[in-house]
């Protein structure tokens, strides 16, 4: 992203009120511990490492559509 990071865009998400509750699923190449943590613990519902499987990307926009209506 040519503007700012994945992580940067998160933190500007979970900052506004109206997008707050929004599930947010991180689609990235970075593989290491940190990175994922960084992006869980800012809020991320789930963190898909690329290559993923468009199945498994289903699965997890449905898991996150139906945590967010309840």
Known sequence: ?????GI???GK???TLVLE???VIMVTA????ASIQEGLDAGAYYYLIKPFEP???LSIVKAAV???HH
């Open 55 to 57: 199945k498994v990307l």
């Open 66 to 68: 139906e945590q967010y």
């Open 21 to 23: 509750q929004i599930p």
């Open 8 to 10: 940067e865009l998160l």
């Open 1 to 5: 992203m040519p503007q700012m990071d």
């Open 30 to 33: 970075t593989t290491d511990p």
């Open 13 to 15: 998400i979970k900052a």
